[in-house]
Structures are given as C-alpha cells and as structure tokens.
C-alpha cells in the first residue's frame, strides 16, 4: 500500500514538473496571439510596454526552437593551428618553412590532430622539435604537451573573440561552442544580413603598424625578382605561369579601405600611371614587370586581374628569400583608380616585424570624417601604445607607415609629424556600415590565429515556417492515428495507455524547455517517432495480459503477471534503443543530435509513462471493480 | 481486437526459404552499391546547395539556362516541395557570393515570378570526411553496444545472431537506397546524415522484435531437452507474433506519418526507417531466431540461457 501511495505520489510530481516547465512557453504563445491581435501597432506596442517583465520572463523560459524552424545560421569554424604553431616557432629556417608546408598539405587530407601530424613529420625528418619551438633542453613530449595546451587556449580565446564581436553586433540568443581541438560551432537564430555577419566572423583583425622600406630598395627588390624569374623560366624553358585573368573576386571580402594617419594625406597613386602591358603566352624578357608596373614616382602596383597571381608569386618562399632581411611584400587592400579607370593594387616593401599591433587600441569608433562625408574609424591607444606611438611618429617623420589589417594594407600615410596623444584614423571607408564592422572586430581584439568558415547552414524563415507546419501536422497525425489505433485494438486498456502517450510528449517537451534545449525539426521526427516506441511498452504488456487471461486467470492476476513478464522484454528493448541514441548523440552533429536528444527524453519517459502510469491507472480502476477480462479488448 | 487468433505456422521448417530470400535481398543489394553506388549529399562530399522557391511555376529547364548563362556551375533539381529547386555545386567558403550570383541571376532573367532563397548549406570537405567517420564510429559502435548488452542478458550465440539480423537489415537498406536512388524526384535518397540516423534507429529497434522473441524463448527452453528446440522455438515464435507485429505496426504508423507530412527534409530518413523496421520485422522471425536453431543444431550445445529466472 505505501509503494502505492508513493507511485501515485510521484506521478503527480512528475505531471506537476512538467506542466509548471511548459507554463512560460504557453504564456509566450498567449503574449504573442495577443500581440498580433491588436489592430494598431500602438495598442500592441503600449500593451507590450505594460507587460514587458512577464512577457521577457515567459520568453526566456519558454521552449526554445532550432535554427531550422526560427530560421538563422549555423556556421563551424576551424581555427588555424598550424598558423598558430607557426607564429609559436622561433628561428624559423627553409627546413621548417618545408615541415610546415607538408603539414598543412597533409591536414587538408585527414582530421588527425595537427599536432600529431606535426610532431609525425619531425620524426620523419629526425628534428627534435625543440630546435624550433620553446627551450632546447625540452623533450618532444614536452613540447607537444605546451603546443596542445596552447592550442586549447587559442580555441578558447577564439571563441570568446568571436563571442564578443557578435554580441556587440547584436544577435538575440547566440550559442557559441567548441567542438574537439579546433572547431567553433556558431548558431545565430534569425541573423537576416548573413554577407555581413560572415564578414564579420571570417577576419582575424589583426591590426599592425609597419615601417615601409625605401622606395630604392623595393625596386631593387623587385629587379632581383624579375631577373630571379627569368632565370627560372630559362632554364625550364617552361611557358611561365600566366596570371588568372578572372575577376579577383577575393578582394572583394577584404575590402575594408583604410588610408591616412590623422592628418598625414593619404599616398595616392600619381598620375600619368598606366595599366600594366596585357600578358603574352610567350616566355617573356621581365616576367614580373609583366604583371607589376612601376610608377615614375617609385610606387609599385599590378592591376585587379593579375591580384592573385602576385600573391601567390609573394607567398613562394623562394621569392621571400630574395627579398631583403626582415622584409615583407604586401598588397593594398582595396585598389585605387587608375586613370583609365582600372583597379589598381599598390604593392608595399614593409618591415617584418610590425611597431605597433591592434593590441594597443582600447577604443575604436566609428564616425564621419570632418572635412567629407566618408566614415572612418578612430583609434584610441592606451597609455603604453601612446607613448611607443609618439616615440615612432617622431623618429620617422617623412617617412611612410603602413596601417595593415590581416595581411593586407589599408594605407600608407607619411608621417608628417610627432603625434602624442595616441589617437589614429582609418579614413576612406565605403559605407558607414563597412567602418561600423571595422570598430566591432577592433574592439573585439585579434584572433590567436585564422579561422575559416567549414560548414555553413542557413534557413530562411519562410522554409522555417513550413517546417514547423510539418512538423505538427507529423505531430498530430502520429498521435491521432496511433492513440486510435491503441483505442480500437485494446479498447479500456488503450485508453490507459494514450494517457500515458500524453504524458509522455508533455515530458520530452518540458525536459527540453527545462533544460534550454531547442526543438529542431530533426527533433520533432524523435518525438513522432517515439509516440510510435512508447506504446510499445503496452502492447508488450496488453499482449501478455491477454494471454494470462486466456490461461483462465483472474483479472487481478493476470495484470500483475502481466507487468512482471512483460518487464524483462520491455527493459532490453528500451535499452538497446537508448544505446543507439545515445551513440548518435555523442557521434552525430548539430541536427542529428536533436532527434537523439528527444528519441532518448522519449524512450527513457516510456519506461516510467507506459510501465508505472498505466499501472496506477490500471490499479485504481481495478480497486473501483471498473476492470474485466473484456478490457483488454 | 485481434490480428492473429492462434497462429501455428511452422516458422522453421521453412527458414531456409527465407535464409534464400535474405540472401538474395542482400545479393541485389550488394550488386547495386558495387555497380550503381550510393548518391551522396553535402554532408559527405562536401559542396554547396541552395534551394530557391519561386512564387509561381516555373520551368526547370528555364532555370537551368538562366543560371548556366550567369556562369554559375552545378546541378539543378526538383526540390520536393511546391515550386521549388535545389541547385548544388562544389564547395565555396563564401556562400554570400553564391547567393548572390544566382539572385541577380534570376532576377535578372526571370521577372514577374518572385523567388527566394530558403536555405544555403556549405559543408568543406574536411567536414565532410570527419561526418563520415563519425558515421561509420557511431554504427559500429552501437552494434558492439547491442551485441555486448544482449550477449550478456541471453547468450552470445543469440547476441550475434540479432546482430547478424541487424547488419541484415541496414545492408538491406543501404541496397534499397543504392538501387532507388536517383529515381524519384521527391524523394532522392541521398545518404546524409539523416540516413546515419536512421540507421542507428534501425539498429536500436531491430533488436527490439528479436528481444522479444528470445525472451519467450528463454522462458520456455529451461530444462528441455534439444531433440525440443524446434517446437519450442516454433511456439515462442507463434506465441510472440502478434505484439512482434503490433509493436512495429505502431512505429510504422509513426514514421509513414513523418514520410507524409514531415517535408523533403526528413523524407529520406522515414523512407530508411520505415523499411528498415518493416525488414527488421521480418529479420527477427525470420533470420535471427532460425540462425540460433541452426547454431544450436549444428553444434549440438543446449542453451544455459542467463536470467531465465521467471517469477
């Protein structure tokens, strides 16, 4: 009788929890319906203001749905580690430069861990890793043990970076994780400028200040370039690589144009410049000024089309060594118009190692310019960063300063006087938004290393108001045809049992409401089809209490052997079902997960809805002598 | 209500039907993965997809040209709802271009008929290969699972056996999807992550018929000689039917329903579990229960079942 007492008792509860979790959810949608139900905006705004703490309140604990249904992006992120291990490395040499090329080659093909496939590829070529990395006196081991824990916490300076830039952009309940050693998961629910936000995301930011070498030396530079090359094709007597002549759409993503440090004027291209001559397919005489023009001012620049022929020529690490110690050649940002109208990007000989870095911002806005109407975005350093910056200014006046953002640089300004109060302007924006985004990844701080967008889905919220149709059409008819099924086939007992399928479907949704986790589409499909699974446990049971009955037992036996016989199918069944999901949840990704979340909330519900509920039901009605033989249909 | 009054089929006596039946589902099966192959989606081959829905009819082969003109590079399909498409091409980290390239293109080309871009997807091709390997960890990490649990609740001959029945039923779906895939516009079958789903799901309930009848099984046999088995085995099987077809009936209904209503989405993955239960259905009559007759006839063991204890 007390165990009795104490099942009834824990029903109740149970009912009781479940409701009480799915009450904010219910009053959400009541708020929302009376929302809508108002004829002017002001009635629904005034009403939205007088009850503006319960409708929060109810919103925050109400159930949540997926990006699916509300529509929004999922994006996964890798972040860089061999960039990152690169930037950890000192005296760096061609070997390493190789070692690093090779895992890089090889991460592309496999997901082993970076690591191992770094310290794999120094075995392979007998180098202990402590030539390059950290102390001499350090084991392999532990090298690779500080390179992991660095990693990690580059994953997790990632994420709050990332995490910092969408909050200040302004998404309403975004949800930030990491996955394994170099994934970021980004969910944002209903993102309706998803360009922007891609942009947003995608670029490390990290800013640097950078001594331009003199123009003689970059002509220099670029003469050993051109002889280097022309040698190269001589003795290959190869046809040289002719330069992609597509429209280099990649300029496109980094094109946040920045030029001029407070009141320096920006470097500009001169006049009288010409488009650099069109490429022959013929080996030609100056390979390079094939593609690079030089200007009578001693600037150099290539137009649009041969952009990334030029990077790629910058990136080969035989053409880096040709270029002069601690030197580094980049490409400008955004082109400038030449005369006929053409792009053209400027090409800079910088310092490797920067003066300054993005470090030192501690604020940066974005505003109109005083003398035009361009944005632009205003830097203010802190007091370390202020006192460098004036020491700088004022040792390289006349000279010319680089401002470079991830690799490229947004201008070149010459200092034309000491500047001590810390302040520098990116000027020359395109849109008030571009320089709004440039304060935001600013302000946010550099990314240890680069990340990249991996796996991007997007749902519109149309497609995620269809889904939702869908999915409770699912619902319903799943429910319906099941539960009349159970009616006609057991007739009193199938009642009890689509009691318990109620109960069931109102647990698995408060478990998701009580616990923050969203219903996604792929998470109704696990409701539904455990509104198949849980009744399971009844028929096994009904089918055992017929055939006790047939056996000639009376009611009351028959429902206790019943239960008792049926358990040990019920549990092995229920079990393996879980083990599957619970694999699936551990093994599968972002949608897959919703359905195992749900199939496991059902199927584990099942075993106390369809085994104890039923029970109770079945006890009280057989104590009221409501049950017979004919009840099991 | 019954479906089955006292049934008495002599299930083995015929089994070798049905072990040939089995085998010959798996042969065609197998013949069709190696010949035809299976059609993979994004999520294991990597690549882009972006499914446009217009706001009245319109012709595919008209898109196509639109977009073929606008340079843009990939399949288009029928999508399975209402005057929708699904264009996939190869990777590209930037899905705003791609968005972009095929709107203005159709905005261009194709006035008067307003149309929307519902999704995008992109998966790298990294991703992809780690979604695959998880796949293929999860799988076989839940038949190790199922043949452990049952191998301790009952006995490892009837452990594997069920899970003999369980590689039955996915190879058999795998099959089915290698040998339709393709062929319905509103259902392509392409193996994604849904379909791991599905058959994690196939896995996890297969075993649950099989259960069931082992269970009666392991009820009866205690203390009887094996010249019985066969009748045992029989009755058990006899005695089981109903609920073993009554519980898939309900699941069934469940997931017909899910094909029905639920959307092009998740299309695929009912259409892998409604077949994957109904073969499971029949595996655990038909081929696990018969496997273990068979294993305990050939090596002439009897049973010392675990937990045969029955109040």
């Known amino acids: ?116 496939l770094l310290s794999a590829e120094f075995r392979n070529e007998n180098i202990p890793l402590s030539r390059y990395f950290y102390d ?55 993102v309706s400028d998803e360009n922007r936000v891609r942009n947003l995301l995608k670029g490390t930011a990290k800013l ?117 110690q601690d030197s580094e050649m980049l490409l400008a940002a955004k082109p400038d118009e030449g005369n006929g109208g053409e792009k053209l990007y400027s090409i800079y000989l910088v310092r490797k190692a920067p003066e300054l870095t993005g470090g030192v911002i501690t604020e940066a806005k974005a505003t109109f310019g005083s003398q035009s109407v361009q944005p632009e975005v205003m830097m203010a350093m802190n007091s370390e960063g202020t006192s460098k910056w004036a020491r700088i200014t004022g040792a390289n006046i006349g000279k010319r300063i680089a401002i470079v953002l991830d690799g490229s640089v947004y201008s070149a300004p010459v200092v034309q006087s000491k500047i001590p109060n810390g302040s520098s302007v990116i000027n020359g924006i395109g849109s008030l938004e571009e320089a709004k985004d440039l304060e935001i990844v600013l302000k946010a701080g550099a990314l240890p290393a680069p990340v990249r967008i991996i796996e991007e889905r997007t749902v519109g919220p149309s497609l995620g108001a269809d889904y939702i149709r869908a999915g409770m059409l699912s619902l319903v008819w799943s429910f319906g045809a099941v539960s009349v099924f159970m009616l006609v086939y057991y007739k009193k007992a199938g009642i009890a049992a689509d009691i318990a399928l109620v109960l069931n479907i109102l647990i698995v949704l408060s478990v998701l409401a009580g616990f923050n986790a969203s219903l996604s589409l792929p998470g109704i499909a696990g409701i539904v089809l455990t509104i198949g699974m849980a009744v399971d446990a009844n028929v ?39 083990s599957a999901a619970f694999l699936l949840y551990t093994y599968g990704i972002g949608p897959i997960q919703g359905f195992a979340v749900t199939l496991m909330i059902g199927t584990s519900a099942s075993l106390f809805t369809a085994i104890v509920v039923t029970r109770e039901i079945f006890n009280l009605l057989l104590a009221k002598n409501l049950m017979s033989d004919k009840s099991f249909g | 209500m019954r479906i089955f009054q006292k049934t008495n089929f002599n299930f083995i006596r015929y089994r070798k039907i049905a072990y040939g039946f089995s085998i010959i589902l798996l042969v065609v099966g197998m013949v069709s993965l190696a010949v035809k192959g299976l ?24 898109i196509r040209s639109v977009l073929d003109a606008a340079g843009v590079s990939g399949t288009l399909k029928q999508y399975g709802m209402d005057r929708s498409f699904l264009f996939s091409t190869v990777f590209q980290g930037d899905t705003g271009q791609l968005k ?138 006899n005695q089981t039917l109903s609920r073993t077809v009554i519980t898939s009936g309900t699941v069934l209904l469940s997931v017909f329903v899910l094909f029905i209503f639920a959307g092009p989405a998740i299309r695929g993955f009912a259409f892998a579990v409604f077949m994957g239960i109904l073969i499971g259905t029949y595996s655990s009559i038909f081929v696990a229960a018969p496997l273990v007759y068979d294993w305990l006839r050939i090596t002439k063991s009897s049973v010392h079942l675990r937990g045969s204890k029955v109040s």
């Open chain 1, 136 to 190: 001499i006196r350090n084991s392999n081991q532990e090298i690779v043990g500080k390179l992991d824990k660095e990693s990690e916490e580059a994953l997790t300076r990632a994420k709050e970076i990332i995490r910092n830039r969408i909050d200040q952009y302004g998404v309403a309940e975004p949800v930030i994780t990491t996955q394994g050693s170099r994934k970021i998961i980004i969910e944002l629910p209903g």
């Open chain 1, 208 to 324: 640097e200040f950078r001594l331009l070498r003199e123009p003689e030396e970059m002509l220099r530079t670029l003469d050993r370039i051109n002889t280097y090359l022309l040698q190269n094709t001589q003795n290959s007597a190869a046809v040289t690589a002719a330069p992609p002549v597509t429209d280099s759409t990649a300029a496109a993503s980094a094109s946040l144009p920045v030029s001029g440090i407070s009141s320096v004027a920006p470097a500009s291209l001169p006049p009288g410049t010409t488009a650099p001559p069109a490429v022959g397919k013929q080996p030609s005489s100056k390979p390079l000024y094939d593609v690079i023009s030089v200007s009578q001012y001693g600037t150099a620049y290539t137009a649009a089309h041969s952009r990334e022929y030029v990077l790629s020529l910058l990136h080969r690490s035989d053409i880096q060594a040709l270029l002069p």
């Open chain 2, 100 to 237: 972009s390239l095929v709107s203005n293109a159709l905005n261009d080309r194709i006035q008067g008929n307003v149309h929307e871009i519902v999704r995008i997807d992109a998966v790298g091709p990294s991703i992809a290969s780690d979604l695959k390997w998880s796949a293929v960890k999860a799988l076989l990490a839940s038949l190790l699972a199922i043949l452990l649990y049952v191998g301790i609740r009952f006995e490892i001959k009837f452990a594997t056996a069920g899970v003999i029945a369980i590689f039955h039923d996915i190879l058999t779906v795998l099959g089915l999807f290698s040998l339709l895939g393709g062929l319905f516009a509103f259902m392509p079958l392409e193996m994604d992550q849904s379909i791991i789903a599905a058959f994690l799901t196939i896995a996890g309930y297969s075993i649950t018929d099989t259960v069931v009848v082992y269970d009666r099984i392991r009820e009866r046999i205690r203390g009887q000689k094996p010249s019985e088995y066969e009748r045992i085995f029989n009755e058990s099987m």
């Open chain 1, 1 to 116: 009788m007390k165990n009795k007492r104490f099942n009834l008792l824990l029903i109740a509860v149970v009912t009781l929890v479940a409701l009480w979790s799915l009450w904010p959810t219910w009053r959400d949608y009541s708020f929302s319906t009376q929302l809508n139900s108002f004829s002017s905006a002001q009635d629904s705004l005034k009403y939205a203001m007088d009850h503006r703490e319960e409708i929060d309140d109810a919103r925050k604990k109400s159930l949540k749905l997926g990006l699916d249904l509300k529509g929004g992006m999922h994006l996964v992120m890798e972040v860089d580690q061999v960039d990152l291990f690169e930037q950890k490395a000192w005296n760096k040499d061609g070997k390493f430069t190789t070692i690093m090329q090779n895992v890089r080659a090889k991460a592309t093909q496999s997901d082993a861990r970076i690591l191992d």
């Open chain 1, 540 to 578: 096994l049971i009904y089918e055992r209490i017929r055939e006790e009955l047939a056996e000639g037992k009376s009611v009351i036996t028959a429902v206790t052997q019943g239960y008792d016989r049926a358990f040990s199918s019920i549990l092995d069944s229920h079990v393996t079902t879980l």
């Open chain 2, 39 to 62: 059609n993979y989606g994004i999520d294991f081959r990597g690549g882009s997809e972006v499914v446009i829905r217009f706001e009245k009819n319109v012709d595919v082969g008209q």
